[in-house]
C-alpha cells in the first residue's frame, strides 16, 4: 500500500548550522508534498509545499527538494533558531480524487543554543 | 484557528463508554478528515469524507463511525471505547487537490 518512510527520527544540531530531514514515498501518482511543524501540545501547521512539477522550492531560511525519480524529497533548513525545534512530519498525497495523505512518522528537531 | 474547530479539547473516558467528536469548519472546504495521534506513530488517517455525502474508511477504522453531517461538520464516534483508544484526535479539511490540509488544535483523549 502507500507508504511515506521519514528519517531521522531525531535530530539534533546546534544553532546557526543546517538540518536536512527525508522523506520516500512509495506512491508513484503521488504529485503534492507538504511539511508540517508540530510543536509540542499544538496542531501541525504547513512551512512548505512542492507540487510534482518543480525540482525545488525556497523560502527564507526553508527550502524543500524533490527527486521524482528515486520519489524522495527533502527538508532544508539553513541558520537553525531554538524556535526551529519542533517535530516535523513530511506527507505525499495525490491531488487528485479522494485526496488522501499519506504522513511521514516524524523528525524531532532540537535545536542546541 | 477560528478556520475548524474540534470540541471537547479534552477527555477521560472509562472502558465501554461511547463519544462523539465534533468537527466544525468555516473554511468552505469539500473534504475533511479524522486522524489520531500516538508517540512515534506520526498521524495516522482513521476516516475521511472527500466531500458531503461520502465517508470512507482510511488506515486505522476498525473501532470509530464517522458521519459528514453537511458541508461544514464531521463527527468521529466511539461506539465503545477501549484503552487503545487513548489518543490525541485531529481533525482536517482541505479546499481541494494539491492544497494543504488545515487542522484543528485537536481532541485529547484518555480511556480508562
Known amino acids: 500500500g502507500e507508504n511515506v518512510e521519514q528519517h531521522p527520527s531525531t535530530l539534533s544540531v546546534q544553532e546557526g548550522d543546517s538540518a536536512v530531514i527525508k522523506c520516500t514515498y512509495s506512491?508513484?501518482?503521488?504529485?503534492?508534498f507538504p511539511w508540517y511543524k508540530q510543536e509540542l501540545g499544538k496542531r501541525p501547521q504547513l512551512i512548505i509545499d512542492i507540487r510534482s512539477n518543480v525540482g525545488e522550492k525556497k523560502d527564507q531560511r526553508i527550502a524543500v527538494t524533490l527527486n521524482k525519480t528515486a520519489k524522495h524529497f527533502s527538508l532544508h533548513i539553513t541558520e537553525t533558531q531554538p524556535e526551529d525545534s519542533a517535530v516535523y512530519f513530511c506527507a505525499a498525497s495525490r491531488g487528485t480524487g479522494t485526496y488522501k495523505y499519506i504522513f511521514g512518522t516524524g523528525t524531532r528537531l532540537k535545536v542546541l543554543a | 484557528n477560528a478556520g475548524v474547530t474540534q470540541t471537547p479539547k479534552f477527555q477521560v473516558l472509562k472502558t465501554g463508554q461511547s463519544m462523539t467528536l465534533q468537527c466544525a469548519q468555516d473554511?468552505?472546504?469539500?473534504?475533511m478528515y479524522w486522524y489520531r495521534q500516538d508517540p512515534g506513530m506520526g498521524l495516522r488517517l482513521i476516516y475521511y469524507s472527500a466531500s458531503e455525502g461520502t465517508t470512507d474508511k482510511g488506515e486505522v477504522p476498525n473501532g470509530y463511525n464517522v458521519s459528514r453531517l453537511n458541508k461544514r461538520e464531521f463527527s468521529l464516534r466511539l461506539e465503545s471505547a477501549a484503552p487503545s483508544q487513548t489518543s490525541v484526535y485531529f481533525c482536517a479539511t482541505v479546499g481541494g487537490g494539491g492544497q494543504p490540509q488545515h487542522f484543528g488544535d485537536g481532541t485529547r483523549l484518555s480511556i480508562l
Open positions: 473554511m468552505n472546504h469539500n473534504s
Open positions: 506512491d508513484s501518482a503521488s504529485n503534492y
